[in-house]
């Protein structure tokens, strides 16, 4: 069964004002396939996010979402269709966590915003899904990083895109945190047929749940491949520049 | 630690609304009635029942006391929620049109304008008062807007507002002290930030600009409910950052201009409201603080001004002396809590 492609990306170039951060990135993600961004610190894999988005402008390429240009679809449209689960706090206090997911029904509701019955439900099996219905009435900046993260994640559900995109979403977890978060993005992208881009520094994570990893390195895609082609020893120390003498001090 | 947030109801809210709307009532009832002349609640009743009554009292109320308490009551509502729209606009909760300097460049710009008029032999009337207040307004804010992009701390950025207050004031000062026409009297009352002096005139043209620009604010709850967890987040869910800056910046401008163009600087409101009603209502919900923050503001102000006219009479206070007694605690309690949260 060939699977749909749901994001085409080809010849993109990527920066910030006047600088080029990336140049040349080339995939393709089919329909509730998971994609890792793996590389080096500063290679742009936040960048190359933020451009799929449209948060960022692209320099030069395509980044077409089932054949339309993501740049060029209007803002409520893109935010049904694209959610992106961002690192960080959230900015306010005394926001229950079940208000911050009920922002993901933002490009749903009316002009006054006010939430459907179907929304509510919404809300409520995005907060099931991602593991975060337990603490819904707590305050969101009253709970761990790890349970934050899967808020964040029943937010961008709530928004039932077809696409998610996840910067480094495990980075601040503890191990459990990480393994809980991974399980629930798997679920998620099994059972709504989501795709997701994520940008990862957990090799063995990325190798475990990724169907494809793409490597940023140098401020250019790499290699790209399933994680059995990728995450070989020899090429990962070649990625992030490890050499012979350092890794030496870490053996036996 | 998972402490859960103290959950109100749709009804709590509903108590704290008729709360508020009660103490709105009696605060605008005891200003309409105490003065140098006090006026007993029959008498009042008589006259908007149309049953005659004295002619010095109908006059005294029509003519001097409702324009001045409908002034305060619109006001101090503008002043809040120009607060409140800072606040959310600058993710600062110690951030107000006061205290980051955009009353005093609003005070200065109408100053300006007063003079020129009066040299002209032209009387100003509300409207173009509004606009000078307004275009004094948006260069401090729009100066205080640019230093917030290069001024890391919050802190540093309320200093460098109150720097752009004193040197608005200091311009002010200078031209009301060399101004030496006898209308120029009203001019020094007015720069000291007073209710007093209004006139059927300004109160119709307040009770008109303040509700368009109050149904505004209410049109901005959506994206602002958005907005106040983040920029990142906002873009996400489909927010057009550029419009809602635009919309905040414009409307808390009007809000403050509109006060400042009838009462001079008022001190406080602005920050003060906004964070009581956070801590009474225990939400940020924009639909909640907006309508909240408003009637708050306006109870504050018609209080201050009750005090202001009565303590010291037949002296009058400084309306900004009396907000800063009541306000400033509550900013300094807005810091102090601040700090503890950050330290969670």
């Not at chain 1, 966590?97 to 915003?113: A, H, K, M, N």
């Not at chain 1, 393994?179 to 992208?189: H, I, K, S």
């Not at chain 2, 308490?69 to 959310?88: E, N, P, R």
């Not at chain 2, 007063?114 to 307004?134: D, E, H, K």
Request: glycine share 8%; hydrophobic share 50%.
């Amino acid at each position: 069964m060939v699977k749909d492609t749901v994001l085409k990306v080809y010849g993109l170039d990527a920066g910030y004002d006047g600088k080029l951060v990336v140049s040349g990135i080339d995939f393709q993600l089919a329909e509730g396939e998971i994609l890792s961004l793996i590389g080096p610190n500063g290679a742009g894999k936040s960048t190359i996010l933020k451009t799929i988005s449209a948060q960022l402008d692209k320099k030069s390429g395509s980044v077409s979402f089932k054949g339309r240009e993501v740049s060029l679809m209007e803002r409520k449209e893109r935010a049904r269709e694209i959610a992106v689960v961002l690192t960080g706090g959230i900015k306010t206090g005394m926001l229950s966590c079940r208000e911050v997911v009920e922002s993901g029904r933002y490009p749903y509701t009316g002009i006054l915003g006010k939430l459907s019955d179907t929304d509510r439900q919404i809300v409520d099996d995005a907060m099931r899904l991602a593991g975060a219905d337990i603490y819904a009435e707590s305050d969101i900046d009253r709970i761990s990083d790890g349970q934050r993260q899967r808020v964040l994640l029943a937010c961008a559900i709530a928004q039932e895109p077809k696409l998610i995109l996840l910067d480094e979403p495990t980075s601040f977890l503890d191990i459990k945190g990480k393994y809980e978060f991974m399980d629930a993005l798997v679920r998620l992208c099994k059972e709504r047929k989501m795709s997701a881009i994520m940008s990862i520094h957990e090799l063995e994570l990325a190798g475990k749940v990724s169907d494809r990893i793409l490597c940023i390195r140098d401020n250019k895609a790499d290699r790209y491949g399933t994680p059995d082609e990728i995450l070989k020893n020899d090429y990962i120390a070649e990625l992030f520049g490890l050499d012979d003498e350092l890794m030496k001090k870490f053996r036996d | 630690m998972n402490k859960e947030i103290k959950k109100k109801s749709n009804l709590s809210y509903f108590v704290l609304f008729m709360i508020l709307g009660i103490l709105t009532a009696v605060f605008f009832a005891a200003n309409i009635c105490t003065g140098s002349v006090n006026i007993g609640l029959d008498s009042l009743t008589d006259l908007i029942c149309g049953r005659g009554g004295d002619d010095t009292v109908r006059s005294i109320i029509v003519d001097i006391r409702l324009p001045r308490t409908i002034a305060a009551f619109f006001l101090g509502g503008a002043l809040a929620l120009s607060g409140y729209l800072l606040q959310t606009y600058l993710y600062n909760p110690i951030a107000g049109p006061f205290i980051l300097g955009i009353s005093s460049g609003a005070k200065m710009t109408v100053a300006v304008a007063m003079m020129v008029f009066m040299n002209a032999g032209i009387r100003m009337n509300s409207f173009t008062l509004i606009m000078a207040a307004f275009v004094g307004s948006m260069i401090s804010m729009l100066f205080v807007l640019f230093l917030s992009d290069r001024v890391g701390s919050m802190a540093m950025l309320v200093i460098s507002g109150m720097m752009i207050g004193y040197i608005c004031s200091a311009i002010t000062d200078l031209i009301v002290t060399f101004a030496d026409d006898a209308n120029i009297v009203n001019l020094h009352n007015w720069s000291r930030g007073s209710f007093s002096g209004m006139n059927h005139e300004n109160a119709a043209v307040i009770a008109v600009v303040i509700p368009l620009a109050f149904t505004g604010v209410l049109l901005l709850a959506k994206p602002i409910s958005a907005w106040q967890m983040g920029e990142s987040y906002a873009v996400s869910v489909g927010v057009n950052l550029k419009a809602v800056r635009f919309a905040i910046v414009i409307l808390s401008g009007i809000l403050s201009a509109c006060t400042v163009a009838f009462a001079g600087p008022v001190s406080f409101v602005g920050v003060a409201a906004p964070h009581l009603v956070r801590r009474m209502f225990g939400t940020v919900r924009p639909m909640v603080m907006i309508p909240a923050c408003f009637m708050s503001g306006a109870v504050f102000c018609l209080f201050c001004d009750l005090l202001a006219r009565t303590v010291m009479a037949p002296t009058e206070l400084g309306i900004s002396t009396v907000t800063a007694v009541f306000g400033a605690p509550v900013v300094l309690a807005a810091v102090i809590e601040r700090r503890a949260s950050r330290m969670r």
